[in-house]
């Protein structure tokens, strides 16, 4: 009877100690799928912006033309509830604050639109680079891709 009962206790014991590793592994994938997750729905927010740098570049010549003071846009139709600011500056940089993502410092992020040959205006890609936080944390298709020009990579915003 007690080899049966010492038996048990090792075993409950072994459980326990695979749940707890378990647990330590999983728990920060977890987190950090949260994050990415935080991280693209910010991002999605701006959609709006990258409209009106498209059209601001279709009208004014370029990407080369454009003037964060000549832009039109409604701020707040770029609020959700991780993004803390989108600021779009000369040559249609954008930059998106993020805020209650989970990760600390919550990313700032730099979206660059580039022309593709052809029309002015026309085939404007988008890649992005993290500024500020953890770029591991941004989604997949915002990791190592893009540029950050000279002027941008001393302020967020791109504005000297």
Same mark, same amino acid.
Request: proline share 4%; hydrophobic share 45%.
């Given at each position: 009877? %007690?080899?049966?009962?010492?038996?048990?206790? %090792?075993?409950?014991?072994?459980?326990?100690?695979? %749940?707890?590793?378990?647990?330590?592994?999983?728990?920060?994938?977890?987190?950090?799928?949260?994050?990415?997750?935080?991280?693209?729905? $910010?991002?999605?927010?701006?959609?709006?912006?990258?409209?009106?740098?498209?059209? *601001? *570049?279709?009208?004014?010549?370029?990407? $080369?033309?454009?003037? $964060?003071?000549?832009?039109?846009?409604?701020?707040?139709?770029?609020? @959700?509830?991780?993004?803390?600011?989108?600021?779009?500056?000369?040559?249609?940089?954008?930059?998106?604050? +993020?805020?209650? +993502?989970? *990760?600390?410092?919550?990313?700032?992020?730099?979206?660059?639109?580039?022309?593709?040959?052809?029309? +002015? @205006?026309?085939? %404007?890609?988008? +890649?992005?680079?993290?500024?500020?936080?953890?770029?591991?944390?941004?989604?997949?298709?915002?990791? @190592?891709?893009?540029?950050?020009?000279?002027? *941008?990579?001393?302020?967020?915003?791109?504005?000297?």
């Amino acid at each position: 009877m %007690i080899k049966l009962r010492r038996l048990s206790t %090792i075993n409950m014991l072994v459980v326990v100690a695979v %749940i707890a590793v378990l647990v330590a592994l999983v728990l920060p994938t977890w987190r950090s799928h949260d994050i990415r997750q935080h991280v693209a729905d $910010a991002l999605k927010e701006t959609d709006a912006m990258k409209l009106v740098v498209m059209e *601001a *570049a279709t009208v004014h010549g370029g990407l $080369a033309q454009i003037r $964060a003071s000549d832009l039109r846009y409604n701020a707040k139709a770029s609020s @959700g509830e991780h993004v803390a600011t989108v600021e779009v500056a000369d040559r249609g940089l954008i930059t998106l604050t +993020t805020r209650n +993502t989970g *990760a600390r410092p919550d990313p700032v992020i730099v979206l660059i639109p580039t022309e593709g040959s052809g029309n +002015t @205006g026309a085939n %404007i890609t988008w +890649t992005c680079q993290v500024v500020l936080g953890d770029a591991s944390l941004a989604p997949a298709d915002c990791q @190592g891709h893009g540029y950050v020009p000279s002027s *941008a990579a001393s302020t967020p915003t791109g504005k000297s």
